[in-house]
């Protein structure tokens, strides 16, 4: 072998061990290696990452571009909004849903309130709003006709009682079956009492709290069962020469589903924000909550108000 030709041949074989992309022999590039077991692992776990959604407010779908409309009750208590005016921001689901319309990019403005009864926003149906907040508990029953946002707030139901109602020194569920109860329609407040008390006298429904508590007054109810935080605004408020007797009990959902009681009124529950069903405003929605929730904002605003001091003591099933 003459030396040039020696010496090309030796470039040649140092280019070759130095790896990199070679050429083919029609001029393209070679072929990567074929991936490992790790490369394989990396790109499951990037599959597996939870994709950020576009959910910037010109790509939303609005029912009416630009504004975030909101529906509530008529009227709205504390102390879930205060004043009956959810425009202020005041109340735990007035001042969640403008940190939530900030938290979308809506600016203060951008919201629109509207009022509904609760029992007609659970009906099936297209609504006229992007959601409703108004403690909507989620149910199996419900999810059927419409759509929630993930849960915003575990609530537990309370029994309400004056001083000298014959439940006021009620220590079990079972102290209260002889007991004239009532709640509100539609609620799982009046679930609760129909499904897993289930008193000997048909439970006595109202249209809305305001007529409850008016019962309540004329004498006609021994006592009446709220959410929790309605039953400390009610005590402190509204009745103010009842109080709280008790929390009443969750039960299991397997003893609930044995005992016909659902789950909303035996199990753990949780209020969420309604929309109608295939809503693809949701995802969004729910994105923005988590957002909320891993800042701390949805704590703080449970502590400003709901957070109450005292115990309360809780029924024996």
């Known amino acids: 072998m003459r030396p040039w030709i020696a010496l090309a041949f030796g470039l040649m074989m140092l280019l070759t061990a130095c790896g990199g992309a070679a050429e083919t022999s029609d001029g393209g590039a070679a072929s990567e290696e074929a991936p ?20 910037d407010v010109d790509s939303l779908p609005l029912k009416t571009e630009g504004t975030l409309t909101v529906a509530t009750g008529e009227p709205v208590f504390e102390p879930w909004m205060v004043d009956d005016d959810p425009t202020n921001g005041e109340g735990f ?10 938290q979308l990019g809506f600016a203060e403005g951008d919201v629109e309130w509207v009022r509904t009864g609760f029992d007609e926003a659970i009906a099936p149906g297209t609504k006229d709003y992007d959601f409703n907040i108004q403690q909507y508990s989620i149910t199996p029953e419900r999810d059927e006709v419409v759509d929630f946002s993930d849960g915003y707030y575990e609530v537990e139901q309370a029994l309400v ?29 009046l679930d ?23 019962a309540f007054d004329a004498g006609q109810v021994d006592g009446l069962v709220f959410d929790l935080p309605t039953a400390y605004y009610i005590t402190a408020v ?7 007797v008790g929390v009443l009990p969750r039960e299991d959902t397997t003893a609930a589903s044995e005992s016909g009681a659902s ?7 949780e209020l969420g924000m309604l929309f109608e069903e295939g809503s693809e405003l949701v995802p969004c929605v729910n994105q923005a909550l988590a ?7 949805l704590d703080a605003l449970e502590e400003e108000w709901l957070s109450r001091s005292g115990d309360i003591p809780t029924l024996t099933p």
Do not use: H, M
């Not at 509204?238 to 709280?244: L, Q, Y």
């Not at 789950?263 to 753990?268: C, I, R, S």
């Open 161 to 189: 009682a004056a001083e000298d109602s014959s439940v006021a020194d009620a220590t079990s569920v079972a102290d209260l079956q002889s007991a004239r109860l009532g709640a509100a329609i539609g609620t799982t407040s």
């Open 192 to 214: 609760y009492i129909e499904q897993v008390i289930q008193p000997e006298a048909q439970a006595q429904v109202f249209d809305d709290n305001a007529a409850a508590k008016a």
């Open 291 to 297: 957002a909320l929730r891993d800042d701390g904002t």
């Open 36 to 55: 490992t077991a790790a490369d394989d692992t990396i790109a499951s776990e990037a599959a597996s990452e939870p994709t950020e959604l576009a959910c």
């Open 238 to 244: 509204e009745i103010p020469d009842a109080s709280i």
């Open 263 to 269: 789950e909303a009124a035996g199990g753990a529950e």
């Open 93 to 102: 689901e007035s001042a969640l849903v403008y940190a939530l319309a900030e």
